[in-house]
C-alpha cells in the first residue's frame, strides 16, 4: 500500500493534477511510515505476530504452562532439509523418500508401486533414481515395506503391487486390502 501510494502521488505530480507543493510529498510519505510503524508496533504489542504460531496455555493437573511459539523439533528442521535435498540435489535419504512417496499417494490415492517410481523420478528429475533405490534399499517395494504402518501394500501383483496410505482408509479397507480385495474407495483418496 506505501509503494502504491507514492506512485499515484508521483503520478498525479507528473500529469499536473494538483499540484502539491515541494515538501508535500516527503511529508506524505514520512506520515505513511510513521502510521505503518506504529500500527505495526500496535499489533506486535498485542502479542500478534504473522511469522509465529499462537502460544497456547495449557491447565494440566492445576499446573498452568506455556508453549514456546519459537520452539522447533530439530528433527523435524533436518528431515524437511533432507526432502528439499532429495528434490533438488538428488541426494536421497530415507525421510525424504518417505515423506515424497507419502505425499504422492496422498495426492493421488493408491497407486502400482511402478507408478509411485515413475511420479517419485519426475518430481526429482532424476533419471538414475531407479537404480539408486535398488543400491540403498533394495527397491522401491522394498523401502515401501519397511514402513508398514504408514503404507499399506496389497497382494493383487507380485512386482507391481498397488500401495495404500494407511492413514486415508478405514479399518474395513484395510481389512478388505489385507484380505487381497480393493478397496471400496481405492479410486479417490479421503481427505
Given at each position: ?33 510513521d ?30 504452562r506455556v ?21 533438488l ?13 507419502k ?30 533405490l ?10 515401501l ?44 483418496n479421503?481427505?
Amino acid at each position: 500500500p506505501f509503494l502504491v501510494s507514492l506512485s499515484r502521488e508521483a503520478n498525479k505530480a507528473q500529469r499536473g493534477q494538483q499540484q502539491p507543493p515541494n515538501n508535500f510529498l516527503h511529508t506524505t510519505s514520512i506520515t505513511m511510515l510513521d502510521t505503518f510503524f506504529s500500527l505495526s508496533w500496535a499489533r506486535f504489542g498485542q502479542g500478534w505476530r504473522p511469522d509465529v504460531p499462537p502460544c497456547f496455555d495449557i491447565d494440566s493437573e492445576n499446573q498452568s504452562r506455556v508453549f514456546d511459539p519459537l520452539f522447533v523439533d530439530i528433527r523435524e528442521v533436518w528431515n524437511n532439509i533432507k526432502y528439499c535435498s532429495f528434490l533438488l540435489d538428488e541426494e536421497v535419504t530415507e525421510s525424504a523418500l518417505l515423506a515424497l512417496s507419502k505425499e504422492i499417494l496422498n495426492e493421488n490415492g493408491p497407486l502400482p508401486v511402478g507408478e509411485i517410481g515413475k511420479l517419485l523420478q519426475e518430481l526429482t528429475a532424476n533419471a538414475g533414481l531407479s537404480q539408486t533405490l535398488k543400491d540403498l534399499f533394495g527397491g522401491l517395494k522394498k523401502f515401501l515395506e519397511t514402513f508398514p504402518e504408514e503404507f499399506l501394500i496389497s497382494s493383487d501383483h507380485q512386482f507391481n503391487p498397488h500401495v495404500y496410505l494407511r492413514s486415508n482408509m478405514t479399518d474395513d479397507e484395510i481389512e478388505a486390502v489385507m484380505l487381497g480385495e480393493k478397496a471400496p474407495s481405492s479410486k479417490k483418496n479421503k481427505r
